[in-house]
């Protein structure tokens, strides 16, 4: 099956510093990729979302870049908040609209 | 969008017996799925439960341990059969609406 993976289980930033969580995926086919973060007794919550006919897609705060060629994708996230606080998952869809999640990196904002 | 609810939130069981997982759904949809997710772990998907079909498992999962009910299209139940510690996790399901896919809160289960 698919894989999805996170470089680092951790990421700790400043407030109002940028922040950038990488993910890699395996299977070059994947059309379809999406970013969740999950607060503590929370269920993922959608954050966005890219297709691979797009390199980058911005939204509030927020921006995904995709690199077809290393299968690498990125989650940035401009002027952190401690409401940022969260893990962060990107994910795969698969051929039954189902997702394959990748580890999770755990973002810690410092006040 | 749509809001998901999940009964019970959380619940401690003892080995050997069965709870049922309740997800209901504001809106009617045609998919929903149940994941499972392991303390500190990320989420794996348990099974698909498209209503009108049986339930299509995913590798590791069989009906006899996790049977799904999908009887209408706002509501599913997943049940945990014959627990065990290791059943010990956050059952969630999530339902397809265009391209995205939402999530209920989750059941924190814990087996003693």
């Known amino acids: 099956g698919e894989s999805v993976g996170l470089h680092l289980p951790t990421l700790s930033v400043q407030e109002g510093d940028n922040s950038i969580i990488n993910c890699a995926y395996s299977?070059?086919?994947?059309?379809?990729f999406i970013w969740y973060k999950q607060e503590s007794g929370k269920g993922p919550q959608f954050i966005i979302d890219i297709r691979s006919n797009m390199d980058k897609r911005q939204g509030q705060r927020v921006t995904v870049l995709l690199n077809k060629t290393v299968k690498h994708l990125s989650l940035q996230i401009a002027a952190t908040q401690p409401g940022d606080s969260a893990v962060y998952f990107c994910a795969e869809k698969g051929g039954a609209n189902n997702l394959f999640f990748g580890t999770g990196t755990r973002l810690t904002v410092i006040p | 969008s749509a809001v998901i609810s999940q009964k019970p939130s959380r619940d401690i069981c003892q080995r050997g017996t069965s709870l049922t997982i309740q997800c209901q759904v504001d809106s009617q949809v045609t998919m929903m799925f149940w994941y499972r997710q392991q303390p500190g772990q990320s989420l794996t998907l348990i099974a698909t439960?498209?209503?009108?079909?049986?339930?299509?498992?995913e590798s590791g999962f069989v009906i006899d341990k996790f049977p799904i009910s999908r009887p209408n299209l706002t509501f599913s139940t997943l049940t945990v059969s014959n627990m065990s510690p290791e059943d010990s996790s956050i059952y969630l399901c999530?339902?397809?609406?265009?391209?995205?896919?939402?999530f209920g809160p989750g059941t924190r289960l814990t087996v003693t």
């Open positions: 299977n070059s086919a994947s059309d379809y």
């Open positions: 439960a498209n209503q009108g079909s049986e339930a299509t498992y």
């Open positions: 999530s339902v397809g609406l265009a391209a995205e896919q939402y």
